[in-house]
């Protein structure tokens, strides 16, 4: 039987659940707006900051990939690599990441293809549940 790997927490997983797709894209697209390449689809001015800043504002949001808006929704990978240079990866990550469904190197490897983040100094901040040194 499947289980997580994080020390100290034990979640026993179906062999169902185990091969069962995370609702989270592992890379960004081609055309993510978060990419740093200059190659994802143009946002309307202040978007960015706002889509991390409802983020921020709560954990338990997500950003929907846009390639998946008409089929099975999933969380943009590209969201996660900005959240995860913040150290605050929302929650469905972090589930993604006891469970075992997508790895440490899935997100760093998402974080090195995305921008930076905007200056959040001024953005509200929800109360840290997580490390400041690292979002995973």
């Known amino acids: 039987r ?7 927490l034990r979640v026993p997983l179906s062999p169902a659940l185990k091969s069962s797709p995370m609702p989270i894209t592992k890379r960004p697209c081609a ?3 978060f990419r740093k390449d200059g190659a994802g689809v143009e946002l309307m001015a202040g978007r960015v900051e706002g889509i991390i800043s409802g983020l921020l504002a709560d954990d338990h949001q997500t950003f929907v990939c846009h390639k998946t808006l008409r089929s099975e929704r999933m969380t943009c990978a590209g969201a996660v690599g900005v959240m995860s240079k913040l150290g605050r990866l929302p929650l469905i990550a972090r589930l993604g990441l006891v469970m075992g469904l997508i790895t440490k ?18 953005m509200p901040r929800a109360p840290r549940r997580q490390s400041r040194r690292s979002p995973f």
Do not use: K, L, R, W
Not at 3 to 8: A, D, K, Q, V
Not at 111 to 116: K, L, N, R, S
């Open 2 to 8: 499947a289980s997580s790997t994080t020390p100290g």
């Open 31 to 33: 055309n993510c707006p």
């Open 105 to 122: 190197q899935d997100i760093e490897a998402s974080a090195a293809m995305v921008i930076d983040p905007p200056d959040v100094q001024c």
